[in-house]
């Protein structure tokens, strides 16, 4: 059972636009989302996270925005570059919930 | 960055044989962990360990055993490997528990194991 859900495989946004890349859960008791960033031949890193008492953090250009009732967040990246391009990984944890990925967006911006 | 390592980088092996993963940390945190990537998973948890002789399973442990007799060292071992655990594995350390809010792991760059 898949408790976060990242349902876009792959998304192509060209460079200075923005991208969004959207991760779905299940469990309410998740109270702590991050965004992993992942490189070919490279581990994740860490990249941006946010608080179930918020629905917004920002850091320059990465922005996570948090919707509770709906279970949804996502991860906007403005002005998107060429560098950006990689997979991100959405992750959630909370109280007795170990931490658990979705499956991987794999993002590619182009010129 | 944090100080993780992983060895070997890569590896092949074939069926059957017993296959030993080395992650190494130079951060003193307590936690660690190996995880699986495989296409249309994600990332899976195998084992983790919050000290010293201390470990557990994660969702995807069997035909996997861990071992952790330092703080430092954390090892996966596959007692007879199979062509399912093809796969890439990661290792990750953190300074919280596996169960606590605020659980940002830190990853180390991964070994590639292929099981013919």
């Known amino acids: 059972d898949q408790q976060v859900k990242q349902n876009s495989p792959s998304l192509s946004v060209q460079e200075g636009r923005i991208s969004i890349l959207n991760c779905d859960y299940t469990?309410?008791?998740?109270?702590?989302f991050l965004w992993y960033k992942k490189y070919p031949a490279e581990g994740p890193t860490f990249l941006i996270s946010?608080?179930?008492?918020?629905d917004k953090n920002e850091d320059g250009r990465f922005t996570v925005f948090l919707n509770k009732s709906a279970k949804h967040l996502s991860l906007h990246i403005v002005p998107s570059q060429p560098g950006d391009s990689a997979v991100y990984f959405c992750a959630a944890t909370g109280t007795a919930s170990k931490l658990t990925f979705g499956t991987g967006t794999r993002l590619q911006v182009t010129l | 960055d944090a100080g993780i390592t992983q060895s070997p980088r890569h590896k092949v092996t074939e069926t059957g044989t017993p296959v030993t993963l080395r992650c190494h940390q130079t951060e003193n945190h307590r936690y660690m962990y190996w995880y699986r990537q495989d296409p249309g998973h994600g990332l899976r948890l195998i084992h983790y360990s919050y000290g010293v002789k201390d470990t557990d399973k994660g969702e995807v442990s069997d035909g996997y055993s861990v071992s952790r007799s330092k703080t430092e060292d954390f090892l996966l071992t596959l007692e007879s490997a199979t062509s399912s655990q093809t796969s890439v594995y990661f290792c990750?350390?953190?300074?919280?528990?596996?169960?606590?809010?605020?659980?940002?792991?830190?990853f180390g760059p991964g070994t590639r194991l292929t099981v013919l």
């Open positions: 990750a350390i953190s300074d919280r528990s596996p169960g606590s809010t605020y659980n940002e792991q830190f």
């Open positions: 946010i608080s179930s008492i918020k």
């Open positions: 469990n309410s008791m998740f109270d702590y």
